[in-house]
């Protein structure tokens, strides 16, 4: 089945008991999805040789890290994804939103789920959930505009791990007719309420 699209990145804060039991709450969409990859890491094959071949072998995850590439940040995905308490000003006659990057910030693990667009005669929408990551301070880049618009966009990365539900999972996915239902799957696990959402192409 190949790959043919990626949209519809959401987030949620995520929240895990003593007795296992991984929840998420303040669930919205990240962005607009560009790009996608992940590098993941596992232990080397621990093999069993038995009758002069190998008989049992095992290996497990280890971590990964996440790379997502969006058309942009708003300001509330800034704010979750590195743990800042928005402030408001007043800046002349305007009232603003003020993100400061400081000492308080607190970058808290999340969810991340995104929907992957495939084809094998019909269509399918993979949604995949990377059940607990954290994402680290981003980069700035921008250029100046020229004769022509050169498109600029918002990599960021995040450290993929085992979330703390008795298996310790580090991914869910489930495959769909539809789109839509590719995208309630992932609000249902990341908490998503009526936010607003980038329109569909």
Do not use: C
Request: no cysteine.
């Amino acid at each position: 089945m190949a790959k043919m699209g990626l949209s519809f990145p959401y987030i949620g804060k995520y929240n895990a008991t003593d007795d296992g039991v991984v929840s998420y709450t303040d669930g919205q969409v990240l962005a607009k999805a560009v790009e996608m990859s992940t590098s993941i890491e596992a232990s080397a094959d621990n093999n069993l040789y038995a009758d002069n071949g190998v008989a049992e072998s095992d290996s497990a995850f280890g971590g990964g890290e996440l790379s997502v590439t969006t058309d942009d940040l708003t300001q509330d995905a800034s704010a979750l994804i590195m743990g800042i308490v928005a402030k408001t000003i007043t800046v002349g006659s305007a009232t603003v939103k003020e993100l400061v990057y400081d000492d308080d910030m607190n970058a808290p693990y999340l969810g991340l789920g995104v929907i992957i667009k495939k084809k094998q005669g019909t269509l399918k929408w993979r949604a995949v959930v990377f059940t607990k990551i954290k994402f680290s301070i981003f980069d700035e880049s921008a250029t100046t505009q020229g004769e022509t618009i050169e498109w600029q966009t918002s990599e960021i990365s995040a450290t993929i791990m085992r979330d703390d539900s008795a298996k310790h999972a580090w991914k869910r996915e489930a495959t769909f007719e539809t789109e839509a239902e590719a995208r309630a799957y992932i609000k249902s696990i990341l908490s998503v309420g009526t936010v607003e959402e980038p329109e569909e192409p």
